[in-house]
């Protein structure tokens, strides 16, 4: 993604409404479609309490899975901006 300065895409009258996007991934291929949150808008803090539940069986995941989660910006209709992310694996290399 870059680096990208906080000047960018902070709201300067409060906190930016935020949305995030996971998707599966297994040998740097997509595995999922993206899936996304319900955009919300925050007033105190930056937190959601929303449970994402994905369109696959736990015992069709391989084991090179990963799980990506990406925090978009929403700078108005149709120009959502990346402003952070991270991926995990799954399973450990252990068996």
């Known amino acids: 993604m870059g680096k990208l300065d906080i000047r960018e895409w ?14 599966l991934w297994t040998d740097g291929k997509e595995y999922t ?4 949150t319900p955009w ?3 007033n105190k803090s930056y937190t959601w309490n ?5 369109p696959i069986s736990y015992n069709s ?6 799980l990506t989660f990406t925090i978009w910006n929403v700078r108005g209709p149709g120009r959502p ?5 991270s991926t995990m694996s799954l399973f ?3 068996r």
């Open 81 to 85: 901006v990346p402003v952070g992310g």
């Open 10 to 23: 902070a709201d300067p009258s409060g906190l930016s409404d935020l949305y995030i996007s996971c998707q």
């Open 40 to 42: 919300k808008e925050f």
């Open 92 to 94: 450990t290399s252990k």
């Open 33 to 36: 479609m993206p899936f996304r």
């Open 61 to 66: 995941l391989l084991l090179s899975s990963q």
């Open 50 to 54: 929303h449970v994402i539940t994905l």
